[in-house]
């Protein structure tokens, strides 16, 4: 059973930063992982995705240029680097894993089947 717990999360001010860690456990293989992110009243959208290698990534409009995904297979830590937040950023963030996946493009939310508890991010001045 795979098991995903994030990290990192926080308050900070507009133009801050913050790095978001998502281990894995119980898995066998590298696969597709996402970042993907809720805000109130709003429904859960995706945010950032990367292959099973590492060498392919995908951002949603919102958050390209500002937020890098990357991943660490040997230690199975996906990371969510977030530069240049902004109020409209903040959202409870949550990692998945599409364990049928090894592309980053392309992959529907529905396909991710494992996911994290969440880790709340807070932009405010």
């Known amino acids: 059973q795979v098991q995903l717990v994030e990290s990192g999360g926080g308050s900070v001010q507009p133009g801050g930063s913050l790095r978001l860690s998502c281990v894995a456990s119980g898995t066998s293989s590298p696969c597709t992982m996402g970042w993907f992110r809720q805000a109130p009243g709003n429904e859960r959208k995706a945010v950032a995705a990367i292959s099973a290698s590492g060498a392919t990534t995908k951002y949603a409009d919102s958050v390209q240029g500002r937020f890098t995904i990357s991943r660490d297979n040997a230690k199975n830590i996906v990371y969510l680097q977030m530069n240049s937040l902004r109020p409209e950023d903040t959202a409870v963030y949550y990692c998945?894993?599409?364990?049928?996946?090894?592309?980053?493009?392309?992959?529907?939310?529905?396909?991710?089947?494992?996911w994290g508890q969440g880790t709340q991010v807070t932009v405010s001045s």
């Open positions: 998945a894993a599409a364990s049928l996946y090894s592309i980053a493009n392309f992959v529907p939310q529905s396909g991710y089947d494992y």
